[in-house]
């Protein structure tokens, strides 16, 4: 009998060709830059202007930052190391930083009705100025009518009218005041005291400080009184212009109000006591060396 042959069938099994993956890498992008979008919504929504002021701040130079920390740092930084009670809170709250520059512009307001309406005579000498610091006001001297008398930190009539309108109008916010006192370059007579521009300044701020309290300013509103001689000219191309001698009074905002008190706290001694740190020669107290008998307008 003949041998059967074996047969081997060979089934060639087709399949589907591949596809790939791009599709997912295309998804996968598509998701992450989806995130990042309404991460970048989340934080807009959640953070202050001065915030968002120094994320600008540091893609445009992170270097500043770093080294410089930045015009708003304040507000990016804690202010106690390690914790502790934050300073810009209020009634345990967050100060409202837009409330705070709404009542400083209603402020402004106010005071330039109150020169267009009581102290109009006055308006060239009195000048208003929003700051990063706060609403500045200035009062100048002008020619052949000075602020204060030659060489004195008495002062004139109409200055004291001019601080005393004012006061009752500032009195209406809760906000701290600065008062600086400036000079012009002209050199302060020589004399046996050591009187000088720097001690007139001061004493000048001292003295719209009083005139201020009279017209019914709180003592407790008052944070500083500075003076700063000729170190800061109004009209820098003529330091002998009557406008350098002149009084800044700065309506603080919270959040300079919190570093200046801050500040101020970081200088005390070993114990956080400002008390055992001297203070500087510029800034005024109520007692002052006498004043030399003057030879030059200041």
């Given at each position: 009998?003949?041998?059967?042959?074996?047969?081997?069938?060979k089934i060639k099994?087709?399949?589907?060709?591949?596809?790939g993956?791009?599709?997912?890498?295309?998804?996968a992008?598509?998701?992450?830059?989806?995130m990042a979008?309404?991460l970048?919504?989340?934080?807009?929504?959640s953070t202050?202007?001065?915030?968002?002021k120094?994320?600008?701040?540091y893609?445009?130079?992170p270097f500043?930052?770093?080294?410089m920390?930045?015009?708003?740092v304040?507000?990016?930084?804690?202010?106690e190391?390690?914790?502790g009670?934050?300073?810009?809170?209020?009634d345990?709250?967050?100060i409202?930083?837009?409330?705070?520059?709404?009542?400083l512009a209603?402020?402004?307001?106010?005071i330039?009705?109150?020169l267009?309406k009581q102290l109009?005579?006055?308006k060239e000498?009195?000048k208003?100025e929003?700051?990063p610091?706060g609403?500045?006001i200035?009062?100048t001297d002008k020619?052949?009518r000075p602020m204060f008398?030659l060489?004195?930190s008495?002062?004139e009539p109409?200055?004291?009218?001019?601080?005393r309108?004012?006061?009752?109008v500032?009195?209406?916010?809760?906000?701290?005041?600065?008062?600086n006192?400036?000079t012009?370059?002209?050199?302060?007579p020589k004399n046996q005291?050591?009187?000088?521009?720097w001690?007139?300044?001061g004493?000048?701020?001292?003295?719209?400080?009083?005139?201020?309290?009279?017209?019914?300013?709180a003592?407790e509103?008052?944070l500083?009184?500075?003076g700063?001689?000729s170190?800061i000219?109004?009209n820098t191309r003529?330091?002998?212009?009557p406008?350098?001698r002149?009084?800044?009074?700065?309506?603080m905002?919270k959040?300079?109000e919190?570093?200046?008190?801050?500040?101020l706290?970081?200088?005390?001694?070993?114990e956080?006591?400002?008390?055992?740190?001297?203070?500087a020669?510029n800034?005024?107290?109520?007692?002052?060396?006498?004043?030399?008998?003057?030879s030059a307008e200041?």
């Amino acid at each position: 009998m003949a041998e059967q042959p074996i047969i081997i069938k060979k089934i060639k099994k087709g399949g589907h060709e591949h596809h790939g993956g791009a599709w997912k890498l295309a998804y996968a992008d598509f998701v992450t830059a989806m995130m990042a979008f309404f991460l970048l919504m989340w934080l807009l929504g959640s953070t202050t202007d001065a915030d968002r002021k120094g994320i600008a701040e540091y893609f445009n130079d992170p270097f500043k930052i770093s080294l410089m920390g930045g015009a708003d740092v304040g507000d990016r930084t804690k202010i106690e190391p390690g914790g502790g009670k934050d300073i810009t809170s209020q009634d345990h709250g967050q100060i409202d930083e837009k409330d705070d520059l709404k009542q400083l512009a209603q402020l402004k307001e106010d005071i330039q009705s109150l020169l267009d309406k009581q102290l109009e005579e006055f308006k060239e000498q009195i000048k208003l100025e929003t700051t990063p610091e706060g609403l500045r006001i200035l009062i100048t001297d002008k020619e052949n009518r000075p602020m204060f008398k030659l060489a004195s930190s008495a002062t004139e009539p109409q200055t004291q009218e001019i601080l005393r309108a004012l006061a009752p109008v500032i009195n209406e916010l809760p906000n701290k005041i600065s008062i600086n006192g400036h000079t012009d370059a002209r050199p302060f007579p020589k004399n046996q005291t050591g009187y000088t521009n720097w001690e007139l300044s001061g004493d000048r701020a001292n003295a719209a400080r009083q005139e201020l309290e009279e017209g019914g300013l709180a003592e407790e509103k008052i944070l500083r009184v500075t003076g700063l001689s000729s170190s800061i000219p109004l009209n820098t191309r003529d330091p002998l212009d009557p406008m350098n001698r002149r009084i800044s009074i700065v309506v603080m905002n919270k959040k300079t109000e919190n570093e200046i008190v801050q500040g101020l706290s970081n200088e005390g001694g070993p114990e956080g006591n400002p008390e055992e740190t001297a203070p500087a020669d510029n800034i005024q107290t109520p007692e002052s060396p006498p004043e030399a008998k003057p030879s030059a307008e200041h």
